[in-house]
């Protein structure tokens, strides 16, 4: 049926009547009789989508997403409306977007849900806040809910849930992981009204225990404030009588858009960027003017600027240049080692946008765990209705590029990472914080580059060792590693650390032609002209079409095993050509002179085609017997001049 709407995705708004006769006529007329309701709500979804989202089949087909579309318009007659939404939910989860959404602020349908805060964290589920009648299950890791372990759980939630990637899900996930109605929904539990939830302490003993489901005004993003729990009656959070710590207390309870405090123990201007709104009774620009005043007059002694958005969601991005540019300003001050963000899992949307123009601008070393958001991103909602079932959808409309266009991540690994743990958690620790204080938050980079290549390595390991999985948090992409190389090692002539790089980039990202590439180049510069042809070998087997490594792997083979010169029909090319060109045979070997410059050899492919020595030019004599008298001189990007042999 959707296949037969083309038009909706590409050309935009059709009227509801044209709409509706498509789809009538379209391919998925089944024994089911369709809602006409749903058919025009979804229909007009996918117009919506093709109308203004900036990408939206840069993750999944624009046939695979109408298939999906289609198969909800054929069952939603025999569904209730809580599963329709849940499965449009799914449809939208498949564009990658982590700002387009349904949101279920005006369904009453799902406002049931089972009085439990569940957080994820990077050892795994945890309570953080529940009805006081439970609260001996706080700190408790979460092993199943219902009849399914909590991973599984998880990865079933996390379907419906419109994320970037997958590294944003805890984000947002213990908005979704307490309502009953998609518990229930999605196969996890097998009632509304109740929920067997088993758990584990610290030493491992478990409990199971059944909780009831209770009704809760649905609120998009209710776990944004850390001490919300959806109930009405009294619960039990971590953070009850606990003083709180620095990081903390303009967080939990009262959260505060921005804020700055010296640490003059540590040497340390702390600034807390929460929100980027105007907030209060200052505004975001007279806060920035206040706390640049305070650091003007106290540089001095300050040794760190951190800055925190671990806990920042975003907001008007508008207000993030002129924040950078005061950072610019004071790059004299702020170099490299002074100046660190911390990022959390947390971090989204206009923090990102934050994040790339410092790292663009500014020497800033990036510190904490994975950023939610990505640099490179898609925002600027637009909320539309749905008028069957009165739905609300956001639909991003721009496409925001802070990061290196070859940044695909959707996603954003700090350089220095430091995971949030629940032990971290529950002891109320500011890991990164720590690092930074403890001169340990060093970018691998900055090691090598200040340390060398057995520290980086031995970093790189211990590091590894901590975090097996190292993907999962490595800081730099393909291209990153690639411009470290040519940018910052190649020019001081650190060859080896060069060397090191690439040899990881080729490693790191196989799928990558020119990491291999590069590490053949850097390989010949130092001379190891046989491992730099064994990449290129390899290169040219796995892209047989990649034409500047075919070319250098078959100078590279000139050059270390030339083919032999048949001296019969090497005499038949030597003379004088056009251009002060110069061919002459001498001890059996081809020499080339230009000009009258330095003689160069021609290494032999074969009989009439050679490369010129130390050069990237070939030559080809285009007769084989060199009877007409002429040659080509050529460059693998195709340009070439021939020049005739002078009587």
Known sequence: MIQETKKIFITGPVTVIALLLLLITGSCGSDNEIDESWQRDISLLCEKIGSYHPQPWRYVTEAEFKISAEQIIKHSSGWKKTKTVVEMMKLIAMLGDGHSEISLNNMEEFNLWYPVRMELFNDGLYITGIDNGYKDLLRYKVVKIGDMNADEAIGRVSKIISLDDKRGLSRV??????????????????????????ATDSNGDEMTVKINSQPWNMATNWAYYRSNVPVSSSSATIYDDIELPLFLKNVINDRKAYWFEYMPEDRVLMFQFNDVNNSGNESFSGFIERMFGFYDANSDRIEKFVIDVRFNEGGDGSLIKPLVQKFIKRSDRLTRGKLYIITGRNTFSAASNFIGQMLENTSAVTVGDIAAGPLNWNSDIIKFELPGNNILVNISTMAWQKGHPTDTRG??????????????????????????????????KDILINKGISAFEDELNRRTELSPDTMEWFPYTSFDLTLFAFQDLIPQGKLDEALVISRLNATFYPENIRAKYITAMILEAKGELNEALGYLDQLAEKEPYYVEAVWDRDRLKAVIDPAPLNSEIAVNYTGDYEGERVISLKDDKLWYTRNGSAQLQLLPVDDHVFFIENSNSKMIFLSKDGSDGSLKIFSYNGRGYTYNRIQ
């Open 173 to 198: 996930i213990t908005n979704y992981l307490s309502n009953a109605v998609i518990l229930k929904t999605l196969g996890i539990t097998d009632s509304e009204e109740k929920m067997f939830l088993k």
């Open 411 to 444: 996603y954003y690994p700090p350089e220095v990472f430091v995971p949030t743990c629940s032990s971290d958690v529950f002891g109320f620790r500011d890991a990164p914080l720590e690092a930074i204080l403890n001169n340990e938050a060093v970018p691998l």
